[in-house]
T-cell receptor, first 114, second 112 residues
Framework: GAVVSQHPSWVICKSGTSVKIECRSL??????MFWYRQFPKQSLMLMAT?????????EQGVEKDKFLINHASLTLSTLTVTSAHPEDSSFYIC??????????FGPGTRLTVT | SQKIEQNSEALNIQEGKTATLTCNYT??????LQWYRQDPGRGPVFLLL?????KEKRKERLKVTFDTTLKQSLFHITASQPADSATYLC???????????FGKGTTLSVSS
């Protein structure tokens, strides 16, 4: 099966600092990676779509300067939350697709900003 | 904009019964409709995919139906077990390569 990993699985940071989350496809090359955010008892909300080597496409309402996405290779995408604030505390989940049909999800990263 | 509604936030059933979860959507039908399982603090795990030209799909104790006239999908778990307790998410995809759009999920609790 296709495996997607995320690192770290949880992180606590102070308000105003930046946090980087990594998403890797371990056994396949991902043509596209997606970043979602999930608040408690809420649905997964798509933040951005990223293709290797090109700029990410952000969903309406998601600040691209705050949530920096880098998709440097077919197996790695990173999300950096810059100048994090308590309202950015959430569960961040990445997913990857290889053929465009199946979408495989990472285990998620719990971010807490104090 | 597209709306996805999963009939209830929570569903409680007894072990051995069949759980039926509903997913309704507005506007036009997606190319693919998928069901995922999500456990607390974990990412979603893929269960089943059904295409718009398919009526029904089965996998072991799971069955999914897709009615594009009603704009509805039903997800059944037969002979349910306590280990089936989790949140089940309905997700739509309109074309290959685009992101899945998720419903809020239904949290299933199976009691022994």
């Amino acid at each position: 099966g296709a495996v997607v990993s995320q690192h770290p699985s949880w992180v606590i940071c102070k308000s105003g600092t930046s946090v980087k989350i990594e998403c890797r496809s371990l056994d396949f090359q991902a043509t596209t990676m997606f970043w979602y955010r999930q608040f408690p008892k809420q649905s997964l909300m798509l933040m951005a779509t990223s293709n290797e080597g090109s700029k990410a496409t952000y969903e309406q309402g998601v600040e691209k300067d705050k949530f920096l996405i880098n998709h440097a290779s077919l197996t790695l995408s990173t999300l950096t939350v810059t100048s994090a604030h308590p309202e950015d505390s959430s569960f961040y989940i990445c997913s990857a697709t290889r053929s465009g049909y199946e979408q495989y999800f990472g285990p998620g990263t719990r971010l807490t900003v104090t | 904009s597209q709306k996805i509604e999963q009939n209830s936030e929570a569903l409680n059933i007894q072990e051995g019964k069949t759980a039926t979860l509903t997913c309704n959507y507005t506007n036009y039908s997606p190319a693919y409709l998928q069901w995922y399982r999500q456990d607390p603090g974990r990412g979603p795990v893929f269960l089943l995919l059904i295409r718009e030209n398919e009526k029904e799909k089965r996998k072991e104790r799971l069955k999914v139906t897709f009615d594009t006239t009603l704009k509805q999908s039903l997800f059944h778990i037969t002979a349910s077990q306590p280990a089936d307790s989790a949140t089940y998410l309905c997700a739509l995809r309109y074309q290959a390569g685009t992101a899945l759009i998720f419903g809020k999920g239904t949290t299933l609790s199976v009691s022994s």
